[in-house]
């Protein structure tokens, strides 16, 4: 019994452990922004490879989930007779929701773990520490552009989701199933509201950006510079920012729409 | 302590512990590094060498003791001022330590891009000159994946030489090289430190090629100095650990079997 418990204080406080040096981590990358906005370019650079080239996995899952939203919501809303509100129902269905998490998760899998084993990388082979005492501060040169790059790309994967997601709802509802096209349209300008709707969703993804972003470079820059060590760190960033992203969906919603 | 020609060290290492859990890698160790000489640091593997020189460059932090680089102390400088004694030192780690997302040149002139206010045509010229001086000026637009082990260590060199440092510090620059590339790394070592009027710090255990070009060695075995002295000196008057050391002998203070039972006794069980 003792032994158990001993096990499990000494499993939360390697835990705490962690938590607190991520908060460290955090704090010492946010020192380093104005370095990001001295030297733009470093910023641009990775701005393509995690943004630009999360382009295409972002909006094929994007118009496939726009297809799919549309077909299912079609049978449903036709059994009310409500087919013309398929545009509101899949535009809100993204904007609110799937567009931010999705993109989210897609965002961890393609451009986080690549973050987390570029710099775990650049860890066990020694750059970082050669950086380090080419009196480069890694954190500054390294970690913080690609913060801040993950940062911008994400809201604007999402919001590109979002909108491919809608054109794959319009391409299934009215290419397809024969909803008016005008009806389509017309409802989701009248329903989805800009602050409401679109804002939420923007706020969301946001903060979804700034989660993955952090927990990307951070189990980089911690990993143990070996190849399991890397291959472990990629894989908690996967699992890690998945958690986080849907434990904080939840929250985000709750302050944003009532949980009355 | 002053140097036989009046002269303080470069390095000046006193009372030096540090230690891993506890595992205990250096027990009050004083070294002194020489300017304008090549000083080899020799040990078995696993004896700290690397840890040296991660302590020399405050990489790491001791437990206890203090380490003076040209005159200041590395462990009580802000870290403005450690940024700026790093600028003095080059480092060749025993990978290269290359930038692989960016070019041979580029690698070279990273030093220069971020330290410096040059024009692109200086920094061009500038990298030219460092990659002639190891031999791989042809080499400037390979990738780090397309070099040689060997290739990929000078070109460590080059950059590590860019901004023309007081001191190199060589990590096992040796290891896992064909005969031809030991020579040209050995070569490099020397012509560099000379022309450029360096100070070398090199962690090795291959006793020949370092007998060879250094002009002073420490023997560091179990976290503490177990010879000095020119390699003349240590081949002939060394204790009888060192002697075997240098000498590669199989068998001596360090045994050749792993302590066990009684060889006879335990074959009649």
Not at chain 1, 172 to 201: A, I, K, P, Y
Not at chain 2, 156 to 165: E, F, G, M
């Amino acid at each position: 019994m003792i032994n158990w418990l001993q096990n499990l204080g000494r499993r939360a406080m390697r835990v705490f452990e962690r938590l607190g040096r991520a908060h460290l981590f955090l704090w010492q990358v946010m020192t380093g922004l104005p370095q990001a906005i001295l030297r733009p370019s470093l910023v641009v650079t990775q701005l393509y490879s995690v943004g630009v080239l999360s382009m295409v996995i972002i909006v094929v899952s994007g118009l496939n989930v726009g297809m799919v939203l549309g077909l299912q919501m079609y049978n449903t809303l036709s059994d009310f007779g409500s087919e013309e509100s398929l545009g509101q129902v899949v535009a809100l269905s993204l904007v609110r929701e799937l567009g931010p998490v999705v993109a989210a998760l897609l965002f961890a899998g393609r451009a986080g773990s690549a973050l987390t084993a570029e710099i775990g990388l650049m860890k066990a082979t020694e750059q970082l520490a050669g950086m380090a005492m080419m009196a480069v501060d890694p954190l500054r040169r390294v970690v913080v552009p690609r913060f801040v790059a993950a940062c911008i790309a994400m809201p604007l994967l999402a919001a590109i989701f979002s909108a491919v997601g809608v054109m794959g709802g319009y391409f299934v509802g009215v290419g397809l199933l024969g909803v008016d096209s005008g009806s389509f349209w017309s409802t989701m300008q009248s329903r989805v509201d800009w602050h409401e709707d679109v804002l939420n969703g923007i706020i969301k993804s946001m903060a979804f950006g700034f989660v993955a972003a952090w927990i990307a470079v951070f189990e980089g820059y911690d990993a143990i510079p070996t190849s399991e060590g890397v291959s472990r760190a990629t894989t908690r960033t996967v699992v890690e920012t998945a958690l986080a992203v849907l434990a904080l969906d939840f929250i985000l919603t709750a302050l944003m729409f009532g949980v009355d | 302590m002053m140097s036989q020609g009046g002269e303080t060290p470069l390095v000046e290492v006193r009372g030096l512990s540090f230690a891993r859990g506890t595992r205990v890698i250096f027990d009050a160790v004083d070294i002194d590094i020489p300017r304008g000489k090549v000083t080899a640091i020799m040990g078995p593997s696993g004896t700290g060498k690397t840890t040296l020189l991660n302590l020399i460059g405050r990489q790491l932090r001791p437990a206890s003791g203090r380490i003076k680089v040209d005159g200041e102390d590395v462990n009580t400088m802000s870290r403005d001022e450690l940024y700026a004694m790093r600028k003095r030192m080059g480092v060749m780690f025993q990978t290269g330590a290359l930038f692989t997302d960016l070019t041979v040149f580029e690698n070279v002139a990273f030093p220069l891009r971020e330290h410096t206010h040059l024009s692109d045509s200086m920094i061009h010229d500038v990298v030219l000159m460092k990659l002639e001086a190891v031999g791989l000026r042809g080499a400037r637009d390979l990738m780090p994946s397309e070099l040689s082990g060997g290739m990929a260590r000078r070109v460590a060199l080059a950059r590590a030489i860019a901004l023309d440092p007081m001191m190199i510090m060589y990590d096992e620059p040796f290891t896992g090289q064909d005969p031809i590339t030991v020579g040209v790394i050995m070569k490099l070592i020397r012509l560099l430190n000379d022309a450029l009027g360096l100070t070398s710090i090199v962690v090795s255990h291959d006793v020949h090629e370092l007998t060879m070009i250094c002009d002073h060695m420490y023997v560091i075995s179990e976290g503490k100095v177990v010879g000095q002295g020119t390699p003349q000196v240590l081949d002939h008057q060394g204790s009888p650990w060192v002697n075997q050391f240098m000498h590669g002998l199989p068998d001596g203070p360090v045994p050749f079997h792993y302590p066990a039972s009684d060889y006879a006794a335990d074959l009649l069980t």
